[in-house]
């Protein structure tokens, strides 16, 4: 079975300040996928990258940055210089077929000004 | 392009009533998905279907039933409400996987259930 952890539950921070966010995944499958998906306060469900299993290059978007290293299982997302409008939950999920999605609870992010 | 449309977005059921989550996508999408997320936690899988007419178990299927009988309809069916089932219930659809390297699910916005 798979398994998405997200071990921090709430995290804040200063606007400005740099911020990670950690995700662990679980899984036998060779080929999997894995994503980050932001929730804001509003609710609804942004995607924001999607990586494969053969791919461990770091992607960074702007201010966002992912590092993906299979050797610990980990898919991390960076935020740098945060704002206010970052505050959301952002949830890490795992697939193995590249469809369906199993996700890790979540992690709160409150950046304050 | 109005995308993933759920009704209605919020709804309060009494105890052992039914209803009936609507969704609808207009993005020819083949695969629909129906979530739920209780507070503090991530969003888990209920019922899936690849295609009109195929629909399939997730994670936590029990009290609940769907039907798939067109492409852009997924109705998710409560027929005995249970406090348990209080949620916050996620519509989502996508391309199979084969027809695109980074096709993500498309959500929407969401429909806020209580049981009472």
């Known amino acids: 079975a798979q398994k998405v952890t997200q071990a921090q539950t709430e995290i804040s921070v200063v606007e400005k300040e740099d911020v990670t966010l950690d995700c662990v995944y679980e899984t036998r499958d060779t080929t999997y996928y894995l994503f980050w998906y932001k929730q804001p306060p509003s609710g609804e469900l942004v995607f924001l990258i999607r990586r494969n299993s053969f791919d461990e290059q770091n992607e960074i978007s702007g201010r966002y940055s992912w590092n993906f290293q299979k050797s610990t299982s980990s898919f991390n997302f960076t935020i740098t210089a945060s704002q206010v409008v970052d505050s959301a939950v952002y949830f890490c999920a795992l697939s193995i077929d590249n469809y369906k999605l199993t996700f890790g609870k979540g992690t709160l992010l409150t950046v304050n000004p | 392009n109005a995308g993933v449309t759920q009704t209605p977005k919020f709804r309060i059921l009494k105890i052992g009533q039914s209803m009936t989550l609507q969704c609808a996508q207009d993005m020819n999408h083949n695969y629909m998905y129906w979530y739920r997320q209780d507070p503090g936690m991530g969003l888990k899988l209920i019922y899936y279907s690849v295609g009109a007419g195929i629909t399939d178990k997730g994670e936590v299927p029990n009290g609940y039933n769907v039907s798939r009988s067109t492409t852009e309809d997924f109705p998710l069916r409560l027929e005995l409400a249970a406090p348990s089932q209080t949620s916050v219930y996620f519509c989502?659809?996508?391309?199979?996987?084969?027809?695109?390297?980074?096709?993500?699910?498309?959500f929407g916005d969401g429909t806020r259930l209580s049981i009472l």
């Open positions: 989502a659809s996508s391309y199979s996987p084969g027809q695109g390297m980074r096709q993500p699910q498309h």
